[in-house]
Structures are given as C-alpha cells and as structure tokens.
C-alpha cells in the first residue's frame, strides 16, 4: 500500500513537474532519465576507442605523448552536444557528467588498452572559478568511469594555476595562447609509475590538455591517456 501511494505521488509530480531531455528539451517518459530515447540514438557518437583511435591521437601529435586518446561524442556548434554541455557547465546539470560517465565508463571497461588504469585525473578548475560554479563538471564524469575501471579518482594532484576569463567566445588560436603553463602539480608521488586518465569536457584546440600533460609528465614512469566527453573535429 505505502509503495503504491508513494508511486501515484511520483506519477502526480510528473504530470505537474515534468522532466524534460538535457539534450533536446523535451519531456522525459518515465522511463527516460537525462535524455531520451531520440537523443541517444542521434548523438553523433566518436566511437574513437573502437575504430577511429589515431583521429583522436592526430590532434596531439607531436605536441605530447599519449597512450590512448577517446571522446564521447564530437562536437558541433549549435548541435544537441553543445546543449548538453552548456547545461552541464552552465546551469548546474550535474547530473549530465555522471550519465556521460556512466556510459563511456561502460565502453572502455571493455577495451585492453584501458583496463590498465590505476587512476582518473580531472582537468581541474581554478578555485575562483569552481567558486563560481560550485562544482567542477568533469567531477562525476570521472568519478563514474574510475568506477567502471576499478581505478582511483583523485583531484589532489593536478592544480590550476591562474584564473583566465571564460574561452567561449574566443578564437582558437587566443584560446590556445590563453591556457599554455596554466597548470602546476602536488603529491606528485601518487602518481609515479603509475597509468593515469585525464578526463576533460570538451577538446577544441587541445591546449588545455597539453598544457595538463606538460605539468605532469616530469613525474617518474608515468604514462597518461585521456578521455573526454566530446571533441571538435
């Protein structure tokens, strides 16, 4: 009986307080949970960790030594990614990261190459921007794959160093001048010989993640690869 009225009083909430797709925006079934069921299947998916690896690799070729490379998605200007992460990082949608997670988590738990993880790093935040937000997007994302991986999420090592004003709206170029040597490391002995993946939200450039890369690969015997959510190919 109590598990009866408890589902009539979810079901009233829904009718009044529809959820609606991260995606597209519109409302959720009740079987539907952060998109739906369109959405999944129209998201143009990288598959890069399957079949399109050295796409991927190609941008960091010869700026940075990688082990493996991967992204969710790719991304297009205007397109139902690009809503998916503007909701994430711009009107607390947390809970975006942690299916996006869950899903790419899913996938490289099935790959060799990854299966050697010891431990997930997240692109950090700089505090006045995490102030700001109040929270690092790239959070649960990583925290759901370390799950996935059997590894260790750790956000203690990579810090940011200087707070730089928000790239959306500048040229590629500007936004690769603007993020090179912003990142410096601690506790550097976590890591040593150790496999790590960089989780990020979006490569455009790659700067971010080069510059990530750059401060960490003094630290002995470490080995990096990278995963994030959608990539600008």
């Known amino acids: 009986m109590l598990i009866s009225i408890s589902k009539m009083l979810r079901d009233l909430a829904y009718l009044f307080y529809p959820i609606h797709c991260a995606a597209c ?44 490379a991967t992204s969710l998605f790719i991304f297009h200007k205007d397109s139902l990614v690009q809503n998916l992460i503007h909701n994430l990082k711009y009107r607390g949608q947390e809970e975006i990261g942690e299916e996006l997670g869950k899903w790419l988590g899913r996938e490289l738990s099935q790959i060799r190459d990854y299966k050697s993880i010891d431990f997930i790093v997240p692109v950090p935040l700089h505090k006045k921007r995490l102030q700001e937000r109040g929270y690092n997007q790239v959070e649960k994302f990583g925290i759901e794959i370390a799950k996935k991986l059997n590894a260790e999420y750790i956000n203690s090592v990579l810090k940011k160093k200087s707070y730089t004003k928000k790239q959306s709206k500048r040229g590629r170029f500007n936004r690769w001048t603007n993020t090179v040597e912003t990142f410096d490391t601690q506790n550097e002995s976590l890591l040593i010989n150790k496999h790590i993946l960089l989780v990020d939200d979006i490569v455009t450039t790659g700067a971010t993640i080069e510059s990530c890369v750059n401060a960490l690969k003094p630290i002995s015997g470490i080995k990096i690869s990278i995963a994030t959510m959608a990539i600008t190919v």
């Open 25 to 68: 925006n519109n409302p959720l079934h009740k079987n539907e949970r952060i998109l739906c069921t369109y959405c999944r299947h129209e998201l143009p998916l990288g598959n890069f960790h399957n079949v399109n690896a050295k796409k991927i690799e190609k941008v960091f070729y010869g700026r940075i030594k990688i082990e493996n």
